[in-house]
């Protein structure tokens, strides 16, 4: 059986572009395929500066792309974004392809974090890089003309992990506050795709990201984490016993994305603890159909993110 005649007939390209994810050829080979893969031009052009916060923990300095539009504003929104990649694939610098927009639209500072991927750092190293970017987003908000209560977190895919993770370690520790979270169909159950799949949804997951590609990045961010102690939520987001006191949240997936019933589920349980929450669905879109910047359902994605990015600045004022 396939799902293809449900796909938007403006996303279908992207299937033969971007065909599933396969990592029995190698990590290393689809590193290589994946960095090759043009990324959706920004109208605004913005040239990030390179900035490093301390590792936590005696870990690696974490490198940081600075967007800073033009001015000297201060108390400025923050904009924290954790690129996708599945735990295993991606960089910082995939954040040129909406970031920039987005800082100088809502005068706010954007920060692309370049955390460690898995296998060669598992859980919880690229979690601790995403808090020590916080931690030096806010050391340096007065430098930045930033409010530290102002801070927005984004993230697609395995960046949307990082963030809801990041707001949750936030919440435990209590070090900090959050404005906002934008998860775009955030990479959330490490069971989905496995023997422990909660859904089995026979209509998702065909396409661009499958459960097996789902399992063994999940597999290579858990390494020897048995995921059974207080930080679970801190792995695998859908893990978490607690969702209340998390920021206002704004989560977008498509029908046919793998993650499609975890992210509903996550939506309904964050409503359920008393977190604001807007819910964006997108018919016939599978994973990372915002690959396709000229779709209108890519468009309607970056319009409800705009507007989320809007609504937690002006909340936050």
């Keep these: 059986m396939t799902t293809r005649h449900l796909v938007d007939p403006e996303i279908l390209p ?8 396969d990592f029995s050829i190698g990590l290393d080979l689809i590193r290589d395929q994946i960095a090759q893969y043009p990324l959706p031009q920004t109208a605004v052009a913005i040239e990030p500066e390179i900035r490093h916060a301390p590792g936590r923990g005696g870990a690696p300095d974490v490198p940081l792309h600075l967007y800073n539009p033009p001015g000297s504003g201060k108390g400025r929104a923050a904009l924290l974004y954790m690129h996708g990649g599945g735990m295993v694939l991606g960089s910082a610098d995939m954040a040129r392809s909406s970031l920039p927009d987005l800082a100088m639209a809502h005068d ?8 460690r991927l898995a296998p060669e750092t598992t859980f919880p190293g690229p979690q601790e890089d995403c808090y020590a970017a916080l931690a030096w987003l806010v050391d340096h908000s007065e430098e930045l003309g930033v409010d530290p209560r102002r801070i927005i977190l984004l993230g697609e895919s395995a960046g ?3 963030a809801a993770a990041l ?5 435990d520790r209590g070090d900090y506050s959050l404005a906002g979270q934008i998860l775009t169909f955030p990479m959330l159950d490490h ?8 859904w089995k949804n026979p209509m998702t997951g065909e396409f661009v990201w499958t459960g097996a590609a789902n399992q063994f990045g999940w597999t290579s961010m858990r390494g020897d984490y048995g995921a059974d102690d207080k930080r679970k939520g801190w792995f695998s987001p859908s893990l978490a016993d607690d969702l209340s006191r998390l920021p206002p949240t704004f989560i ?23 977190v604001p929450v807007d819910l964006d669905l997108y018919a016939g879109a599978p994973h990372a159909f915002g690959l396709v910047a000229t779709a209108d359902v890519t468009r309607r994605l970056r319009a409800g993110v705009a507007a989320a990015v809007e609504r937690f600045v002006r909340r936050s004022a």
């Design 108 to 115: 706010a500072v954007g920060v692309s974090v370049e955390y």
């Design 14 to 21: 992207l299937l033969d572009i971007l065909p599933a994810i």
């Design 252 to 274: 977008a997936v498509g029908s046919l994305d793998l993650f499609l019933d975890e992210n509903l589920d996550y939506a309904r349980r964050l409503i359920a603890a008393g």
């Design 191 to 198: 069971r989905t795709g496995g023997e422990k799949d909660v």
């Design 167 to 171: 707001a949750i370690m936030v919440r």
């Design 160 to 162: 949307g992990a990082m």
